[in-house]
T-cell receptor
Framework: GQSLEQPSEVTAVEGAIVQINCTYQ??????LSWYQQHDGGAPTFLSY????GLEETGRFSSFLSRSDSYGYLLLQELQMKDSASYFC???????????FGKGTRLHILP | NAGVTQTPKFRVLKTGQSMTLLCAQD?????MYWYRQDPGMGLRLIHY???????AKGEVPDGYNVSRLKKQNFLLGLESAAPSQTSVYFC????????????FGPGTRLTVL
């Protein structure tokens, strides 16, 4: 089988840093993506890792360790607008399906 | 440039009825996907297409059929709707294998009574 595991909920304070972890077990791995989804909205792309290491895009960074089948999304300088659900997704092969985790609901306290 | 659009936005069906959801993209993307989203279940892949005239099964294909007769359109059909198919359906497109970025449509909220 295949699975992506991420925490169901995370709570952090405005202005702080939060890390959302994702572990995966899939038959094939090409890359790990992260998406943000606000209530009632559609998912939007945040970041992608195909190789080990850290990718930085503004306040958001994403990390991948292929040997550990593990990645994380790091959000810095949290703002209230970052309150949303965050999904990790695995692309199994270059021309293949993309499978999503169940999502992490991020709550931000003022 | 509208991106990815979905029709309709909302629909209520009775058990046993059929319907087709339309996804259209104007970005000339090769790949298109249909997902369903249920509370606590994340996004589950129903079917996908890697090019015009091709389709493939995802994680939860049963009860659904798809067609990609034109590159810009990806249709999802429910032949005989069941209450278990009550969900929010998202379509997404991806340019080609060189990128993993998916662009999602606004979703269709379907209720089957």
């Amino acid at each position: 089988g295949q699975s992506l595991e991420q925490p169901s909920e995370v709570t952090a304070v405005e202005g702080a840093i939060v890390q959302i972890n994702c572990t995966y077990q899939t038959s094939g791995f090409y890359g790990l993506s992260w998406y943000q989804q606000h209530d009632g909205g559609a998912p939007t792309f945040l970041s992608y890792n195909a190789l080990d290491g850290l990718e930085e895009t503004g306040r958001f960074s994403s990390f991948l360790s292929r040997s550990d089948s593990y990645g994380y999304l790091l959000l810095q300088e949290l703002q209230m607008k970052d309150s949303a659900s965050y999904f990790c997704a695995v692309t199994k092969n270059r021309d293949d399906k993309i499978i999503f985790g169940k999502g992490t609901r991020l709550h931000i306290l003022p | 440039n509208a991106g990815v659009t979905q029709t309709p936005k909302f629909r209520v069906l009775k058990t046993g009825q059929s319907m087709t959801l339309l996804c259209a993209q104007d970005m000339n993307h090769e790949y298109m996907y249909w997902y369903r989203q249920d509370p606590g279940m994340g996004l589950r892949l129903i079917h996908y297409s890697v090019g015009e005239g091709t389709t493939a099964k995802g994680e939860v294909p049963d009860g659904y059929n798809v067609s990609r007769l034109k590159k810009q359109n990806f249709l999802l059909g429910l032949e005989s709707a069941a209450p278990s198919q009550t969900s929010v359906y998202f379509c997404a497109s991806r340019r080609d294998p060189s990128t993993d970025t998916q662009y999602f449509g606004p979703g269709t909220r379907l209720t089957v009574l």
